[in-house]
């Protein structure tokens, strides 16, 4: 990227950043329809997603951190 650490003039080129994610899988019955959910307290409930619905008998689903 032509970016020299040495150099107080050199600037980065490119932009690199490793996220974190949380990745779900599980078994669904086909054609059911299913929501996920997230909560802190297991009280109070937050909707990720829902009305998903199962096309090949298993959901899966990879989501950000940063969201």
């Known amino acids: 990227t032509n970016y020299d650490p040495t150099s107080a003039e050199s600037a980065h080129d490119a932009l690199v950043e490793i ?3 949380i990745e779900v899988k599980f078994n669904a019955a086909l054609g059911a329809t299913y929501a996920i959910e997230f909560s802190t307290d297991n009280q109070t409930w937050n909707v990720i997603e829902d009305d998903i ?3 090949e008998g298993a959901i899966e689903r ?3 951190k940063q969201e």
């Open 53 to 55: 619905v199962s096309e």
């Open 62 to 64: 990879l989501y950000s």
């Open 19 to 21: 996220m974190t994610a």
